[in-house]
T-cell receptor
Framework: EAQVTQNPRYLITVTGKKLTVTCSQNMNHEYMSWYRQDPGLGLRQIYYSMNVEVTDKGDVPEGYKVSRKEKRNFPLILESPSPNQTSLYFC????????????FGPGTRLTVT | AQSVTQLDSHVSVSEGTPVLLRCNYSSSYSPSLFWYVQHPNKGLQLLLKYTSAATLVKGINGFEAEFKKSETSFHLTKPSAHMSDAAEYFCVVSVTGRRALTFGSGTRLQVQP
């Protein structure tokens, strides 16, 4: 089954404790991205990657890092989480030849206290 | 620049009555437009997409949307609401050459029995 998976699905952590949210897709997609969803703001892109070792900032990259060492994986790293990063995070992927359809993961709900 | 405005944050309808979720967009270039649905505690699912072909687009679960360039609108409709339609709906715009999707703030659809 074609899918995007994220782990963990739920995470409660404390300010300053480094964490990583993993994202993996099994569709051989070149393009992957991370979004955060906040009430009343829709989804906003954090980072994206056009292919292995190619990443770039989205609209709200501050406080986040990413890496793309393998095509299927695109982890999101919070080096020093803060309460304003409490949010619902979605990973998405699509084929580079199909800009019209992104596949979204199930979401990771992060709470930073 | 591109943007999306969903005109209603909440819409409540009775089961069996029509659904109208309103979306206006702004784009400097010819846009692609999408509607995504998010059921509680679930990821995002693509309902339908407009990519410069027919202006009336049919999607899954009986939903459709009409692209009206003169009104810069892409409203989502369904003739008869079902309880299972209760969810949050996002209008999304994408412009060729720009990598991110731009999401509206979402409309929560409530369906009353």
């Amino acid at each position: 089954e074609a899918q995007v998976t994220q782990n963990p699905r739920y995470l409660i952590t404390v300010t300053g404790k480094k964490l990583t949210v993993t994202c993996s897709q099994n569709m051989n997609h070149e393009y992957m991205s991370w979004y955060r969803q906040d009430p009343g703001l829709g989804l906003r892109q954090i980072y994206y990657s056009m292919n292995v070792e190619v990443t770039d900032k989205g609209d709200v990259p501050e406080g986040y890092k990413v890496s793309r060492k393998e095509k299927r994986n695109f982890p999101l790293i919070l080096e020093s989480p803060s309460p304003n990063q409490t949010s619902l995070y979605f990973c998405a992927s699509r084929a580079s030849g199909n800009p019209y359809e992104q596949y979204f993961g199930p979401g990771t709900r992060l709470t930073v206290t | 620049a591109q943007s999306v405005t969903q005109l209603d944050s909440h819409v409540s309808v009775s089961e069996g009555t029509p659904v109208l979720l309103r979306c206006n967009y702004s784009s400097s270039y010819s846009p692609s437009l999408f509607w995504y649905v998010q059921h509680p505690n679930k990821g995002l699912q693509l309902l339908l997409k407009y990519t410069s072909a027919a202006t009336l687009v049919k999607g899954i679960n009986g939903f459709e949307a009409e692209f009206k360039k003169s009104e810069t609108s892409f409203h989502l409709t369904k003739p008869s609401a079902h309880m299972s339609d209760a969810a949050e709906y996002f209008c999304v715009v994408s412009v060729t050459g720009r990598r991110a999707l731009t999401f509206g703030s979402g409309t929560r659809l409530q369906v009353q029995p």
